[in-house]
């Protein structure tokens, strides 16, 4: 579904991504794993378009997007669900998920998908009329996700759902992300807490200072003793039932 070929980012002399290249098959989902400052965040905003990309391709589909604007990319089935959450404060939860969907005309598809969102985070259901500046961390993180979904996409871009949240929280949310893979939507997800990223996932790549330098299926990379050594040292018992 998605190739990622030669990726370099730099901002100003620096280079952020440096040649990455790895495949993400339709309907799995993929972990990039890496400590702060390894690039996760840059190539997810590279892949959706926020950010320009100084050398290499990324195609969707077979298609090169590398050269067309964000909301190109969301019409072909992209969409992000940023680290930070980003919501509306003044919005209400409805209203968030009506902006994830204002490429779309097709209003009774738009309620089906509402609804589908709120079975995914039931929650959101019952704050439906709060604002988002009234949310918890958790139900922004999760109003956040659903408003990704509200584009239908063929590729959900996920940065860091877990930061911040408690565990049970976190667990609430790897529940509805295993539940989202499963009902056929392929995802990206970038996660500092690598454990939980690659129990989560079905391959994972493995990011250090811009470069990629480990890709596999994620119980080879969950079993690796560098990996373990370098990722998996914490988050053992907030993913125990994940």
């Not at 056929?184 to 990223?197: D, F, K, P, S």
Request: with cysteine.
């Amino acid at each position: 579904m998605l190739e990622v070929d030669r990726l370099s980012v730099s901002y100003g002399a620096v280079l952020a991504l440096d040649q990455v290249s790895f495949s993400v098959d339709a309907g799995t989902v993929c972990a990039v794993i890496g400590a702060n400052g390894a690039g996760k965040s840059t190539l997810m905003k590279a892949i959706i378009g926020l950010v320009p990309v100084r050398g290499g391709e990324i195609r969707l589909q077979g298609t090169a997007v590398q050269a067309l604007g964000t909301e190109k990319r969301v019409a072909m089935g992209l969409a992000l669900s940023p680290e930070g959450r980003r919501l509306f404060p003044e919005l209400s939860v409805r209203e968030n998920l009506m902006m994830g969907a204002y490429l779309r005309h097709d209003r009774a598809a738009i309620q089906a998908d509402i609804a589908r969102v709120y079975g995914y985070f039931p929650r959101l259901k019952e704050r439906e009329c709060s604002q988002g500046r009234h949310l918890s961390g958790g139900e922004q993180q999760m109003a956040a996700i659903g408003r990704a979904l509200m584009s239908r996409p063929r590729l959900l871009l996920l940065d860091e759902p877990s930061l911040g949240l408690a565990p049970a929280v976190t667990l609430e949310m790897a529940r509805a992300i295993r539940q989202i893979s499963q009902d056929g939507t392929t995802i990206i997800l970038v996660e500092q807490n690598a454990r939980l990223a690659l129990k989560l996932s079905h391959h994972a790549v493995v990011l250090e200072t811009g470069r990629l330098v480990l890709a596999g299926d994620s119980v080879s990379i969950l079993n690796n003793p560098q990996v373990a050594a370098a990722y998996l040292g914490h988050g053992a018992e907030t993913t125990h039932h994940a």
